[in-house]
């Protein structure tokens, strides 16, 4: 008796192979493996050699961790982290601020078409080419015939070198930067704020005539989703801001405004010492991925 | 009631402050494409000038713009579609199927919206060196696809979990393939969550910079590289320079206009809804 075979219980999906989504997920996968990973392989192993393109002559001889190393220890790689992070820590409470003062002004009953236009064109910063927000701001900026100039004219602040000094380039950068974003956060806000139940916030506004008790008790816990989405969505994109300052500063003046996607560029690109711009890559690397994983931990459960 | 006018006053001025700081560089840098040299280096800058077409006249005459925004709109047309068509099967299956590792190659999909262009630049620059495809389309359309695939397969993924099962089980006790439930029935249904993930794959294909600039040298410029490129020398020809933004930013944001609903969704690959 043992030997009759045991009917198989039936399949999730009768009649199609186990196999059957290995052959739809395939192509994608090997695309992205082939494409991101081997490249990163290869990072790993030019980064255990010393690897400078403008001294070919020395040969590639493989040096271990000496490139991580230098990095480590290299005061400049720490530098521009900081910066990174000084960037992340001004910019981003501005984008916030303004961004939920935005939220509500669109979330407020009333006036239609201005809200609808209004809301509409904050696509329009979001969409614009980085390079261009760059160029922009490089004339915006100007010393001499910038408009930023004859606007703090108006308040009757003198004419400023913005991106010939140290702080008035890490402010523009900034304010480019906040200009850029501050619809991102508005919209995310916009869209919690929509998530409140229509009843609840008419009772709510009954019960009390103070907006501030209506924002922080009804709407902020609709509100703290998007707000975490933004802190962590935007430290990743200012790790990986790049084109705008590199086309309004290229890091200058000085290294006033060198992130650290820009200080790599120069080290990897100007520099060509590949074996130590594909350590601090690979750092930077880690880097990204403990905050993906955070990230997603907190936003992508619902997959699984 | 004088408050409740004078809030209504309040909230029209906020929205007009708003749209007038969106919309300023902008409209900046469209009046300073119709600008000559002489009223550009004005100093305090003309707000009231007679607008000239020569920066255009300029721009188009100018073989390595108009090669530029080719270029641009080859790798973009292609990078988005090659993504579409690799990624819309894996969201089909991420969609309907569940198998082990599921969740791993899920993060791993996400992850790429986080890491870094710089973090692969190096590798994939000597890696296009050695192999002969610096300076070709094909190199930026293969980078280009890690960073649009995602999106693609995000968007489709969440899309495709929205169609009925019915519809799905009816075809399939008529004895319809899988490969023909998903071309049949998911991707017409999926057609405008895969045609907005589209558009976000063109707007990142014809902004991104930093790989155009590093892979390429003259034949395949494109277009960000070409505005960029302008920035050198002493005297910087402004109004060619912003003619050209205005040329680069118009049809992106025209596309952007057309997703607009569903930016947030985009840009965040669905973390809030």
């Not at chain 1, 922080?216 to 990986?240: C, E, N, W």
């Not at chain 1, 130590?276 to 993906?292: D, E, K």
């Not at chain 2, 293969?142 to 695939?149: G, P």
Request: charged content about 15%.
């Amino acid at each position: 008796m043992t030997d009759v075979p045991v009917p198989k219980p039936p399949r999730a999906h009768p009649g199609y192979g186990r196999l059957t989504p290995l052959w739809f997920l395939l192509p994608a996968v090997v695309a992205l493996f082939a494409i991101g990973i081997y490249p990163t392989l290869f990072a790993l192993v030019t980064s255990l050699r010393q690897y400078n393109i403008a001294r070919v002559r020395d040969g590639f001889p493989f040096v271990g961790l000496a490139n991580y190393a230098t990095v480590l220890t290299d005061p400049t790689f720490w530098q521009t982290l900081g910066r990174t992070g000084a960037f992340f820590c001004v910019a981003l409470p501005f984008e916030i601020a303004f961004g939920l003062g935005i939220a509500l002004l669109l979330h407020r009953p009333g006036l239609d078409f201005l809200r609808a236009l209004t809301r509409v064109s904050l696509v329009i910063p979001l969409a614009t080419t980085y390079a261009v927000v760059g160029l922009l701001g490089r004339l915006i900026f100007n010393r001499d015939f910038g408009v930023a100039n004859s606007l703090i004219g108006l308040f009757g602040f003198p004419a400023f070198d913005w991106l010939g000094d140290v702080n008035g380039a890490f402010a523009a950068i900034c304010i480019m930067d906040v200009w850029q974003w501050t619809p991102f956060c508005a919209l995310i806000f916009l869209s919690g704020l929509s998530m409140v139940p229509v009843e609840i916030e008419e009772a709510a506004q009954l019960e009390t005539g103070s907006r501030w008790a209506l924002l922080t008790h009804v709407q902020l816990p609709y509100l703290l989703p998007g707000f975490t989405a933004m802190l962590i969505l935007r430290s990743a994109d200012v790790l990986k801001l790049f084109d705008v300052v590199f086309t309004m500063t290229r890091g200058g003046p000085g290294a006033a405004t060198e992130l650290i996607s820009i200080y790599i560029q120069r080290v990897g690109f100007r520099v060509f010492d590949l074996g130590v711009a594909s350590a601090q890559a690979l750092l930077l690397l880690v880097i990204t991925i403990v905050l993906a994983r955070v990230y997603i931990r907190f936003f992508y459960r619902e997959i699984e | 009631m004088p408050s409740r006018s004078a809030g209504r006053l309040l909230h029209g001025l906020g929205l007009l402050a708003v749209f007038a700081v969106t919309v300023f560089p902008t409209y900046w840098m469209v009046s300073s494409s119709f600008k000559t040299q002489s009223d550009l280096l004005a100093s305090p800058p003309v707000w009231l000038f007679t607008p000239t077409l020569a920066n255009y006249a300029d721009v188009f005459a100018d073989q390595k713009v108009v090669n530029a925004v080719v270029n641009s709109l080859i790798v973009a047309v292609f990078s988005t579609g090659l993504s579409v068509l690799l990624g819309t099967p894996a969201a089909f299956a991420l969609a309907r199927y569940d198998f082990r590792g599921k969740s791993d190659l899920w993060f791993w999909f996400i992850s790429n919206r986080f890491v870094s262009p710089i973090v692969l630049a190096l590798p994939i620059y000597i890696l296009a060196r050695n192999l002969g495809l610096l300076d070709t389309h094909l190199v930026l359309i293969l980078v280009y696809i890690t960073f649009i695939l995602p999106i693609v397969i995000w968007i489709a993924t969440d899309q495709f979990r929205s169609i009925p099962k019915e519809l799905e089980e009816a075809a399939r006790l008529e004895g319809a393939s899988q490969f023909a439930i998903f071309w049949r029935i998911y991707l017409p249904l999926g057609l405008p969550g895969i045609a907005v993930s589209a558009i976000f794959g063109f707007i990142f294909s014809w902004n991104e910079l930093l790989y155009a600039l590093v892979l390429t040298r003259r034949d395949v410029q494109t277009a960000p590289v070409v505005a960029t490129s302008f920035m050198s020398g002493y005297e910087l020809p402004w109004g060619k320079i912003m003619a050209t933004g205005t040329v680069i930013v118009l049809p992106v944001t025209i596309f952007a206009l057309l997703v607009s609903r569903h930016m947030v969704r985009g840009l965040t690959m669905g973390a809030t809804k």
